[in-house]
């Protein structure tokens, strides 16, 4: 956390106070790796933090205000994608290694964030703008990337006008994001991600180079 913090009355968290309200919110996020978010409780949160239900809405209004605050940190640390799809030199055994990279970070960041990113999922879905706006600026920053990518291999002349650079880069980050919160999905239909990370990298290229991958 950077910048002060505050209490919901407005009122400025002491050290100490941001202490407690950090053991909170790393409690809620160890509850949700086994509960779905509609079954957390206050009471659980506060008990499992050591502390009480009146600390808690001292520095939220209830559980979901709580998650968002993991989620908006969350997406921070999701800026990381971005940087694996900017300057990035796209030809060849070069391109291919940068689309394995792009396809491995969208896979570890859903692994590390699977829980807050199924309440981010969900609550986008019901219609909650406060997550929807998570999600984006999640998948919007790279989506940026990979626009800026194709629009320089047009520029270069190796991928045709018929392609619109913003719609197939959101085409390939919506696809990365989908396989990435599949994952266990994969598992259960005995599809090994070892063999899902490559077809995902080829993808990821065929879409940016509108060429086949180099062979290796």
């Avoid at 407005?10 to 509609?38: F, H, I």
């Avoid at 940190?73 to 971005?82: F, I, S, T, V």
Wanted: aromatic letters at 8%; charged letters at 25%.
């Amino acid at each position: 956390m950077t910048g002060q913090v505050r209490t919901v009355d407005g009122r400025v968290a002491g050290r100490r106070g941001q202490a407690t309200r950090q053991k909170l919110l790393d409690c809620l996020r160890e509850m949700l790796d086994t509960s779905p978010y509609r079954d957390v409780k206050v009471i659980d949160v506060a008990r499992m933090a050591g502390t009480s239900p009146a600390t808690f809405y001292q520095y939220f209004q209830d559980v979901e205000s709580a998650i968002l605050e993991i989620a908006n940190d969350m997406a921070k640390d999701g800026q990381r994608l971005k940087t694996l799809a900017e300057d990035q030199n796209w030809a060849g055994k070069g391109g291919f290694a940068a689309a394995e990279a792009l396809a491995d970070g969208f896979l570890e960041f859903w692994r590390d964030y699977e829980p807050i990113l199924r309440v981010v999922d969900l609550a986008s879905a019901e219609g909650d703008k406060r997550f929807y706006k998570v999600r984006q600026k999640i998948l919007t920053a790279v989506t940026g990337s990979l626009t800026e990518a194709i629009e320089n291999m047009q520029a270069k002349g190796k991928v045709g006008d018929e392609v619109q650079p913003n719609a197939m880069a959101g085409t390939l980050v919506a696809m990365l994001a989908a396989v990435a919160g599949h994952q266990k999905g994969f598992e259960s239909w005995n599809i090994k991600m070892k063999d899902v990370r490559p077809a995902l990298s080829t993808l990821v290229f065929m879409g940016v180079t509108g060429k086949k991958p180099p062979t290796r």
